[in-house]
């Protein structure tokens, strides 16, 4: 194996311009999902990277996820497969080719849809690092196997969708339909869909928390009210709202919902293991938010609230004034939206009911004359998955391998859903195996992904795929 994946790692040096160009392209695409004017822009997207694989040989097929809530036709999910061999494993790659909204205007160094690489090898671009640079990383990886003469380890399925930066609308279902047709021999899955935890040193990911969102609801008035004509004569709302909102948490993170840590699990001492060489330091926090405002001093408790503790943040009060200036309304109704991270082994219909009826208790004890209404909005589980398979250590031995340093094996406190319904469905092990670094700004303005992390990146892909392929169950 050493000598093949010497030739791989020559043949994709040697190859990183066309690479390069690869991911000029497709980030020339706007494919913006959330955009209906857009969406033309997803389907031509969609397009590309299905000729790409069929250049590559791949064997192509289209899903119709059907149209969306407002009835607009939902781009097509790629389904690909690279290889049929019985004697090899099959592994399950997913990943997205929409991305976030991006305008020149907005802060943008760049044309966001430009790939532009700067003195400092950084490419700057919508969609460079998510998603776009590790589903090409993909590509890349077939095609260096190809010119470089070297046989690909294993039988490669695809599933990439337009639709994830949306809320991933029709996936769940093709994804259903699909477990035990298309995915049917499918031995393990790998996601590249997140990022390491710092800049410099590779990481696995084993576990995401879930989230349940919320409204609060208050009404009261039949219209907005002049605050000089009937403030202090009338149950104003948004004063119900606020003690509703202010008693949900308090400011060390503690959520006072009675029963609400009953389920999470204890850490055990085999977890706490995976804490102590993982590299990263207050000051790595301190960097990224700003400001000294941590709730605990060290790293263990820090990453744990981060990763596999529970919380509760408020978002923000729809029917507020927030503009510029003093006007003196009393919004006659307001809804405070906040939510739940969830973590192992919540229930998230008991979460609800918890929430629902300790604001109910609340709203009750304020004696009010408004009307309260709270909203489950919507949810996504928790997912977390042992680090110990043989699918994990075969990619910790390919990010040895290209980087030449153990990875860290990591948690991460946002939500990708579609994690576990591809292990629900396919009851395989997933894995989330990072090419983009923490500070590439995904969603943000100044989107990037180094040229190192896209170039080595690729390697990581086409090595763990070797590793994956021999790796004793």
């Not at 591809?422 to 943000?444: C, I, R, W, Y």
Request: proline fraction near 5%; aromatic fraction near 10%; charge should be negative.
């Amino acid at each position: 194996m050493e000598a093949e994946l010497d030739k791989f790692f020559a043949q994709v040096d040697s190859m990183a311009d066309s690479f390069i160009k690869r991911l000029s392209d497709a980030v020339a695409i706007p494919s913006v999902s959330c955009e209906p004017k857009r969406r033309p822009e997803v389907v031509k997207m969609a397009e590309f990277l299905e000729k790409e694989l069929r250049t590559l040989g791949a064997h192509v097929e289209r899903r119709d996820p059907g149209k969306d809530h407002t009835g607009l036709q939902l781009p097509p999910i790629i389904l690909g497969r690279y290889g049929n061999d019985s004697k090899k494993r099959t592994i399950l790659v997913y990943g997205h080719y929409d991305v976030q909204p991006a305008n020149k205007g907005d802060g943008w160094k760049y044309d966001p849809w430009s790939l532009t690489i700067d003195d400092q090898n950084r490419m700057y671009g919508r969609g460079s690092t998510d998603d776009k640079g590790p589903v090409l990383g993909w590509l890349n990886a077939i095609e260096a196997h190809q010119k470089a003469n070297i046989e690909f380890p294993v039988n490669l399925l695809m599933c990439f969708e337009g639709m994830e930066e949306t809320g991933s609308e029709g996936l769940d279902a093709i994804i259903e339909q699909e477990a035990q047709k298309f995915f049917k021999d499918t031995d393990a899955v790998c996601i590249s869909d997140n990022y390491w935890l710092g800049s410099e040193k590779p990481c696995l990911t084993y576990g995401l928390r879930g989230v349940s969102y919320y409204g609060i609801e208050v009404s009261g008035p039949a219209q907005d009210l002049h605050s000089g004509v009937y403030g202090g004569a009338v149950m104003e709302p948004m004063t119900d709202l606020v003690s509703l909102m202010g008693s949900l948490i308090d400011n060390k993170g503690k959520m006072k919902i009675p029963n609400v840590y009953d389920d999470v699990a204890p850490v055990t001492e085999e977890e706490k293991e995976l804490y102590k060489n993982i590299s990263f330091k207050m000051d790595d926090l301190y960097d990224a938010i700003g400001s000294k405002t941590s709730i605990f001093e060290d790293t263990e408790n820090t990453l744990m609230a981060r990763w596999r503790q529970p919380s509760l943040s408020l978002h923000g009060i729809e029917g507020a004034f927030y503009g510029e200036g003093a006007k003196t309304v009393i919004p006659a109704k307001v809804v405070g939206k906040f939510s739940i991270r969830t973590v192992p082994n919540m229930d998230l219909a008991k979460l609800d009911q918890l929430v629902i009826d300790y604001l109910e208790w609340v709203f009750a004890k304020l004696e009010s004359r408004n009307h309260l209404e709270v909203k489950p909005l919507h949810a996504g589980k928790w997912w977390v998955a042992s680090p110990f398979h043989w699918n994990f250590t075969a990619a910790s031995k390919a990010s040895k391998k290209v980087y030449k340093v153990e990875p860290d094996f990591t948690r991460e406190g946002g939500s990708i859903p579609v994690t576990l319904t591809f292990e629900q469905q396919t009851k395989k092990n997933v894995l989330l195996l990072p090419m983009g670094s923490s500070n590439d700004g995904a969603h943000s303005t100044n989107e990037k992904l180094d040229r190192r992390n896209y170039i080595e990146g690729t390697k990581l892909l086409g090595t763990y795929l070797h590793y994956v392929a021999v790796e004793p169950m």
